[in-house]
């Protein structure tokens, strides 16, 4: 069975093979029928080849293992991958609205839907299926890459749009192609902030969900032993996080007692939470148990 980060790495390089695929299909066929929004949509196409390659580059960076100059493992370059998507996706959609601005509005020739069409159905299966093994390989970057592609449809809905009202609109909607490739610029600035905010927000280490915080107090109180959490901290370095515990135990044990309950919660968290990667567990006594003077 495969393992969800090379899952994820598999569904990112088959990103690449189809955006590069739209991508030639649209441009080469929005020049042929002068739809300015299908060459727009296909230029967004083109910048989710690199944007999936970088997605791709990551995630094989992330699932190197620890080494002496990387104690923590290597997964935060795969949130520093994020981070340049957003804002190549950011960079990419202000050059759409520009373009889209400088062009002279021809009527479109209706062939110019068929790579449209082709680009919703393709990119509906590739979203899919990036956001579920995104979110089972808890990759930032490949999820961020699922939301590209849902934009990708949207964009492309627009696209369609645009071109049927340039071709059957009355006068006054000529120009739905252009305005139409301006929109599109809009929403693929608008995924990039978002994409940008989600990665910033990991590496200003923001805690987990508070689920999974209370998943992991509910797990180490199961370890004989281990009577009380006092507190407890997790980051997120790429795909999994690290955990900070301070664990109360029987003040009255032995160091070595007290170490071992540790190491028990530890390999306990390890083994029942398979986004937990590595856990720090400090011995503290319990209040309950320390004998008064």
Excluded at 14 to 20: D, E, F
Excluded at 242 to 254: K, M, Y
Aim: some cysteine.
């Amino acid at each position: 069975m495969h393992s969800p980060e090379r899952t994820a790495a598999r569904v990112a390089l088959a990103g690449i093979v189809a955006s590069a695929v739209l991508a030639a299909l649209k441009i080469a066929i929005g020049l042929a029928a002068n739809s300015v929004a299908t060459i727009s949509d296909g230029v967004e196409s083109a910048s989710d080849v690199v944007t999936s390659g970088l997605v791709y580059l990551g995630l094989r960076v992330a699932a190197r293992p620890p080494d002496e100059d990387h104690p923590y493992g290597h997964g935060r370059f795969e949130t520093l991958i994020a981070l340049t998507v957003g804002v190549l996706l950011a960079g990419a959609g202000v050059g759409i609205c520009v373009n889209s601005l400088q062009a002279n509005q021809q009527t479109p020739a209706l062939f110019a839907i068929w790579p449209l069409g082709l680009s919703i159905v393709t990119k509906s299966v590739l979203a899919t299926v990036k956001m579920r093994a995104g979110r089972a390989a808890r990759s930032a970057s490949l999820t961020a890459d699922a939301w590209n592609d849902a934009v990708d449809i949207l964009s492309g809905s627009v696209a369609l749009i645009s071109v049927l009202l340039a071709v059957y609109g009355p006068e006054n909607l000529r120009n739905a192609d252009r305005y139409g490739a301006f929109l599109i610029g809009l929403i693929v600035i608008f995924v990039g902030f978002r994409v940008v905010w989600e990665a910033a927000l990991q590496l200003m280490d923001t805690m987990p969900e508070p689920a999974q915080m209370e998943a992991l107090r509910v797990e180490a109180l199961r370890v004989p032993g281990a009577l009380g959490v006092d507190k407890c901290y997790a980051r997120k370095t790429g795909l999994r996080y690290h955990v900070d515990l301070h664990l109360e135990v029987d003040p009255n044990l032995s160091v070595l007692a007290s170490h071992e309950i540790a190491r028990a919660v530890k390999r306990h968290l390890k083994d029942r939470l398979d986004w937990v990667a590595d856990v720090l567990v400090h011995v503290e006594p319990h209040p309950e148990h320390v004998t008064k003077s």
